[in-house]
């Protein structure tokens, strides 16, 4: 079974960065997606940024482009999310996950705890 743990959250003000962490442990058993979605109290999950575990192959939400940047480490299993020119609308708990597949197409995703990203002067 995949586990997730993230860290790297904080309080920063605008204009600052941050850098997020995400480490895997388990069995990998398919080929698998890796990213970050992010949530505010009364609103939908959003997606923020993934990367593939093969390719290497990224998609970032239009919100984030040109700010945030995702990387992996893959001898330490573990991907980052470098987090530039933050803005008060980036406050968020930020989800690390894990999506998996078969060669059938069937789905399981795996989440982190959630680390806190506070944007505030």
């Known amino acids: 079974q995949v586990q997730l743990v993230e860290s790297g959250g904080g309080l920063v003000q605008p204009g600052g960065s941050l850098r997020l962490s995400c480490a895997a442990s388990g069995s990998i058993l398919s080929m698998y997606t890796m990213g970050w979605y992010r949530q505010v109290p009364g609103k939908q999950r959003e997606f923020v940024v993934s990367?593939?575990?093969?390719?290497?192959?990224?998609n970032y939400a239009d919100s984030v482009k040109g700010r945030f940047t995702i990387s992996r480490d893959n001898a330490k299993n573990t991907v980052y999310l470098q987090m530039n020119s933050l803005k008060a609308e980036d406050t968020a708990v930020y989800y690390c996950?894990?999506?998996?597949?078969?060669?059938?197409?069937?789905?399981?995703?795996?989440w982190g705890q959630g680390t806190q990203v506070t944007v505030s002067s």
């Open positions: 996950y894990e999506r998996t597949s078969d060669m059938f197409g069937r789905p399981s995703t795996y």
């Open positions: 990367i593939n575990s093969g390719s290497g192959s990224t």
